[in-house]
C-alpha cells in the first residue's frame, strides 16, 4: 500500500509542479489538444460496450487461446480495476482535478491516465471518457455497494488488451517516420499470414524495448504536462544499458511459460515470486586474518594471535532498471 500512496504522490506532485509553472500555456495547449488527442482516426464509441466490441480481447483468444490464457493472468488484463491502480486514478480524477487544479474532466485529462493504463479510451466519444471517470469514482467510493461493484465490473471490461499492444502502442514509438497505426489491422513480430483473419504487419518495433518505456517511463501528454508513474525506463538506460546490458525487455520479461520458443503474455514482474528470485543475487565475500598478540582485551590468552574474519554481503540487482519501482 504504501508503494501506491508513493505512486500517486509521485503523479500528484508532478501535475503540480506542470501547473503552477505554466498554467497558460497548459490551458492554452490542452483546448488544441482535445480536438485532436494522439488518437488514431477511427469511429468514436459512446458506451462501454461499443468501445469492447470494437476490440475485444475474447475475439482474439478465439484463435490464440493460449496466448488469451496467459494474457488474462497478467496485471496488463487488470490495468483498470486492480485495487491499487482503481485507487490512485480515483484520486487523480475525484480530488486532483477538481479540487487541487480545478480542471473540469475532460476527455484530455482522463486520457493522461488511461493512454497507459486503457489505450482503448482513445477510441471513446468525449462523453464515454468523462463517464468513464465518473464510473472510477463510483467504484471506488462505494465499492461496498451494488452500484460501486456495478461500477467496476463495467470498468473491468477495459485494460491494456491485444490491441493496446498489437496495434495502438505498435509503432508509435517511431510515429514520424511510420505514422499513424493502420486501422483494424495488426502488427506483429513477423507478419505471419492469418489466413484472412486480419491484415498482419510485420515490425520491429513491437520487439523492442521502446515499445514497452512508452508506458513504463515518464510520459509527456500532448499539453505538455509530465506525469511521472513509474520510472523503470530512466534506470534501464542509465544504470542497466550504460553499463553495457544488452538484454530487452522481452527477453527478461516474455520468457517465463513460453512454449515452442513463443514468448509468453504472463508479463511476470514484482508480483511474481520466481521473477523477485531471479532480480536478487547474493555475493559474501569472507575475509579471514589474525590480530597480533595483546591488541584484543579480555581474551583468553593474550600471548597468542587471535583468529578473526570479516564478512561482506553484497545483494546484488539482477534486474534490467532499479527494484522495487515508482
Ligand atoms: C506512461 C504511462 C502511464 C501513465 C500516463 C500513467 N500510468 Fe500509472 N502506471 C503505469 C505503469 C506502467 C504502471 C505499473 C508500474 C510498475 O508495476 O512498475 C502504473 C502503475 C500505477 C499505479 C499502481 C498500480 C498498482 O497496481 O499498484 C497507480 C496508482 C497509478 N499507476 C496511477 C496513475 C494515475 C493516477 C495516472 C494519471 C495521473 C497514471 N497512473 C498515469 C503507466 C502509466
Ligand atoms: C503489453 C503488450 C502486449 C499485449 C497486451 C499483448 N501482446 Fe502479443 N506480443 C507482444 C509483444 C511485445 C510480442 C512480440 C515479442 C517478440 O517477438 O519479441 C507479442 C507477440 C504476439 C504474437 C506472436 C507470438 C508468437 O511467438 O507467435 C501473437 C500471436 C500475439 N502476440 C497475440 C496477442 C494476443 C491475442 C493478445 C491478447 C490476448 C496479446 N498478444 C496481447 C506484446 C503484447
Ligand atoms: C479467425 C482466427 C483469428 C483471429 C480471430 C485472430 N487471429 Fe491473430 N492470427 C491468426 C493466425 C492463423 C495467425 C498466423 C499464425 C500465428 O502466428 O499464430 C495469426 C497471427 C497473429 C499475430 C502474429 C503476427 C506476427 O507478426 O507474427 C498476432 C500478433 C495476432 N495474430 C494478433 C491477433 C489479435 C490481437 C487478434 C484480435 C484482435 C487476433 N489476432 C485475432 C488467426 C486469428
Ligand atoms: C499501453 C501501456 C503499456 C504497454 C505498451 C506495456 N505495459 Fe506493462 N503495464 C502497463 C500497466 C498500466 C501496468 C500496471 C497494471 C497495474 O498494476 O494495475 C503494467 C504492468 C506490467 C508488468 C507487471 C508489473 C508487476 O508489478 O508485477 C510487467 C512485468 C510489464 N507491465 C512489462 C511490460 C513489458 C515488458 C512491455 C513491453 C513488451 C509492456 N509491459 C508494455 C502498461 C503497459
Ligand atoms: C535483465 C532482465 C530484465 C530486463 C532487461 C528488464 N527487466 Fe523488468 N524486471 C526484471 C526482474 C528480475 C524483475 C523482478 C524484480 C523485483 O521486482 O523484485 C523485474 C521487475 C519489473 C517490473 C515490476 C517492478 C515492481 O516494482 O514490481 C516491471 C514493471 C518491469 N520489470 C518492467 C520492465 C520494462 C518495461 C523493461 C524494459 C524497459 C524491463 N523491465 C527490463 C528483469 C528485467
Known amino acids: 500500500m504504501k508503494a ?10 508532478l501535475g503540480c509542479i506542470m501547473l503552477f509553472t505554466q498554467p497558460l500555456a497548459a490551458a492554452e495547449k490542452s483546448k488544441k489538444a482535445d480536438k485532436n488527442p494522439h488518437t488514431i482516426a477511427t469511429k468514436e464509441a459512446k458506451t462501454i460496450d461499443e468501445l469492447v466490441e470494437m476490440l475485444d480481447e475474447k475475439k482474439c483468444g478465439s484463435c490464440h487461446p493460449e496466448i488469451y490464457k496467459e494474457w488474462e493472468k497478467s496485471w496488463h488484463a487488470k ?27 475532460t476527455k484530455a485529462e482522463v486520457l493522461k491516465c488511461y493512454d497507459c493504463h486503457a489505450p482503448v479510451i482513445n477510441y471513446a466519444s468525449e462523453e464515454l471518457a468523462v463517464e ?22 463495467e470498468l ?31 502488427y506483429g513480430p513477423t507478419g505471419a499470414n492469418s489466413g484472412g483473419a486480419h491484415e498482419t504487419i510485420e515490425t520491429v518495433d513491437i520487439t523492442r524495448s521502446v515499445m514497452c518505456m512508452q508506458c513504463h517511463g515518464k510520459y509527456t501528454a500532448p499539453d505538455g504536462e509530465t506525469i511521472q508513474c513509474n520510472t523503470l525506463s530512466g534506470s534501464f538506460q542509465n544504470a542497466y544499458q550504460n553499463n553495457g546490458g544488452t538484454e530487452t525487455c ?18 511476470p514482474g514484482g508480483h511474481d515470486l520466481d521473477m ?21 582485551k579480555g581474551v583468553k590468552n593474550d600471548k597468542a594471535w587471535i583468529p578473526s574474519a570479516i564478512v561482506t554481503a553484497f545483494v546484488e540487482n539482477k534486474a534490467g532498471h532499479r527494484i522495487p519501482d515508482g
Request: hydrophobic share 35%.
Open 79 to 105: 490495468s483498470v480495476t486492480s485495487p491499487g491502480a482503481l485507487k490512485g486514478i480515483h484520486n487523480f480524477f475525484a480530488i486532483g482535478l477538481p479540487k487541487e487544479w480545478k480542471k473540469p474532466i
Open 156 to 186: 473491468s471490461k477495459l485494460n491494456v488488451g491485444c490491441v493496446s499492444c498489437h496495434n495502438l502502442k505498435a509503432i508509435s514509438v517511431a510515429r514520424g517516420l511510420r505514422g499513424d497505426p493502420k486501422k483494424g489491422a495488426i
Open 276 to 296: 523477485v528470485k531471479k532480480g536478487l543475487g547474493l555475493k559474501v565475500n569472507f575475509a579471514q586474518y589474525r590480530h597480533l598478540p595483546g591488541k584484543i
Open 132 to 153: 468513464i471517470a465518473e464510473m472510477v469514482i463510483t467504484a471506488h467510493k462505494e465499492k461496498d455497494k451494488p452500484s460501486g461493484e456495478k461500477a467496476k465490473k
Open 250 to 267: 522481452q527477453d527478461c520479461h516474455m520468457e517465463k511459460g513460453g512454449k515452442n520458443g513463443k514468448k509468453s503474455h504472463l508479463f
Open 4 to 13: 501506491v500512496t508513493m505512486l500517486f504522490r509521485t503523479c500528484l506532485i
